[in-house]
């Protein structure tokens, strides 16, 4: 064996060139009888969903507090039923000389569209009037002008069943509130109340609903701080839609106080248990592949393409997907990869709220390699990829974000043909692909690089063994390695394996068998 393991022979770092791939998803069919298809993929990665639900905290009791209850649902007044909503995007007034860095990039109406999707994406919130209103600064209290608020309240006069307002921006002032609700006689929300609501809908797991409790805090403090006491208590009389409720001021505080230490142990709980969980997990020595991005951009889609996973179910919703899962996939050259789904992301709310998912988001964190899913049908796609990046940076996703990045430009099936070449030609091509994972365009030649990044990026090579035919060394290669190929010698004697190896497994080899 010494004899034969001298012929190990370094192919290159960067993997073989792949073959024909691969996996089904929502729209895209594979080509039959491939020789990648995917096989029993789903064992080992079921086996890390089990273990990783017995994270054995209840957070149902934890977060059940009747009091606090009362208190933040008076602040939030996000009803049951639903609303019909007057949508309204203000946007910075370049006349009056100021300058929106929100706005580059990007358009009034396209930031319209989005908050009327914000409002659409809540079961049984409806749209049902909206309106593009200049206004010099977001921070003054009154925010709208005098004629602006005389408009809303004309539309509203006219289209009874409209019952809230969505102002869509970050966050307003709890005095921006009060002073709207005044004039107005419904319910003001801003985006961080309607993404807050979205994900308390969307919220099905105990990680995420844990880490959903945690978002609201800082605007439930904000609120607290900002409502002066006397008008507070004119709200909770009923003067205007809803008030703070009969928990006194400093109960309030104590509340969100003991509520913020009783969460805080909790996520210390979740992040010590996922730790332990990729510690300990088989999953740490497969490679890891993060799948990010704005959300809606095709994250789910693309990890469905790539694993086959029927149980993934890809939603025309923003914030479908709030828990942060894992889900096996092989790379034609049969690597076993992970591949994690994420929450997505969104400009114009405050970094807290996505910040709050960070005990899940670690695991992405720890992956080899990002995928950045673009939604390029999307014209504002350059502020969204943009806004993802940034938002990246801010959660520390760790100093060598950009050799990790893998950038996917979903959705490809949407936009012209000469369009998209325009697009191709304004996007330096090496680190970007454009796919459909819907009708499985492009999707060929991003694997054959993504394989190569995946390789790359985990030091992993490839590289021939040639051993003795039917021997121990054989049996031992096909149950541990990933082998691209297999070739008999002329001889029949020895067989020729080509696999794709960490160093690390080339020693537990050489120790086995080179002793
Ligand atoms: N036309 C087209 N639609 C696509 C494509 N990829 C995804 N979609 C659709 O886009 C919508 C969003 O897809 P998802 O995969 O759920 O997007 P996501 O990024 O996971 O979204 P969130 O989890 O909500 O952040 C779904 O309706 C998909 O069917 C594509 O290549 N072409
Ligand atoms: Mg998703």
Redesign the pocket.
């Given at each position: 064996m010494i004899k034969t393991f001298q012929h190990l022979l370094r192919l290159s770092s960067t993997g073989p060139s792949c073959g024909k791939v691969l996996s089904s998803c929502?729209g895209w069919v594979p080509p039959k009888n491939t020789r990648y298809a995917l096989q029993g993929t789903s064992t080992n990665f079921e086996a890390v969903r089990a273990y990783s639900d017995k994270w054995d905290l209840d957070v149902e009791s934890l977060l059940k507090d009747e009091e606090y209850e009362e208190f933040s649902e008076r602040i939030f007044r996000l009803p049951q039923h639903g609303h019909n909503v007057l949508v309204i995007q203000p946007f910075i007034d370049y006349q009056t000389n100021w300058k929106d860095p929100n706005l580059k990039n990007t358009t009034p109406e396209l930031q319209l569209e989005e908050a009327e999707a914000l409002i659409k994406t809540l079961s049984r919130w409806k749209v049902s009037g909206s309106l593009l209103l200049g206004v010099p600064s977001y921070n003054r209290s009154n925010f709208f002008s005098y004629g602006q608020i005389e408009r809303m309240k004309d539309i509203l006069n006219k289209t009874k069943n409209i019952s809230a307002v969505f102002v869509s921006v970050n966050i307003l002032k709890a005095r921006q509130i009060i002073n709207l609700e005044l004039e107005l006689d419904v319910p003001v929300y801003d985006r961080y109340t309607i993404v807050i609501q979205i994900f308390k809908q969307h919220a099905k797991t105990k990680e995420s609903k844990l880490q959903v409790a945690m978002a609201e805090l800082p605007y439930l403090r904000q609120c607290v701080k900002g409502f002066p006491l006397g008008l507070s208590d004119r709200l909770a009389l009923g003067s205007v839609v809803g008030g703070l409720g009969r928990v006194s001021p400093e109960k309030r505080k104590d509340l969100l106080q003991e509520r913020e230490l009783k969460l805080k142990k909790a996520i210390i709980s979740l992040r010590k248990h996922r730790e332990r969980l990729r510690s300990t997990q088989k999953i740490s020595s497969y490679p890891i592949v993060a799948v990010m991005?704005y959300?809606?951009?095709?994250?789910?889609?693309l990890i469905k393409a790539l694993t086959s996973k029927d149980s993934l179910q890809?939603?025309?919703?923003?914030?479908?997907?709030l828990d942060v899962t894992k889900h096996e996939g092989l790379l034609p050259c049969k690597l076993k990869v992970l591949y994690i789904?994420t929450?997505?992301f969104i400009t114009n709310i405050p970094t807290k709220l996505i910040e709050s998912f960070t005990a899940t988001l670690e695991d992405a964190m720890c992956s080899d390699v990002i995928i950045h899913?673009w939604d390029v049908s999307n014209p504002d796609f350059v502020l969204q990829q943009e806004h993802v990046m940034n938002t990246l940076k801010k959660l520390q996703f760790g100093e060598n974000l950009e050799q990790k990045i893998f950038t996917v430009a979903?959705?490809i099936?949407?936009i012209a043909e000469d369009k998209l070449l325009e697009l191709k030609r304004s996007i330096p091509q090496n680190n970007t692909f454009f796919?459909?994972?819907?009708n499985g365009q492009g999707m060929e030649e991003m694997l054959d690089n993504l394989q190569k990044k995946i390789i790359a990026a985990t030091g992993r090579i490839c590289m021939k063994i040639k051993v003795k035919t039917g021997g121990n060394e054989e049996l031992w290669i096909r149950k541990n390695f990933p082998v691209v190929s297999i070739e008999l010698g002329n001889d029949s004697e020895h067989t020729t394996f080509t696999v794709i190896v960490t160093k690390a497994q080339i020693d537990t080899f050489k120790y086995n068998f080179l002793k």
């Open positions: 929502g991005g959300t809606n951009a095709g994250k789910t889609s890809p939603k025309n919703q923003l914030f479908a997907t789904d929450v997505g899913v979903n959705k099936d949407r796919v459909s994972t819907k």
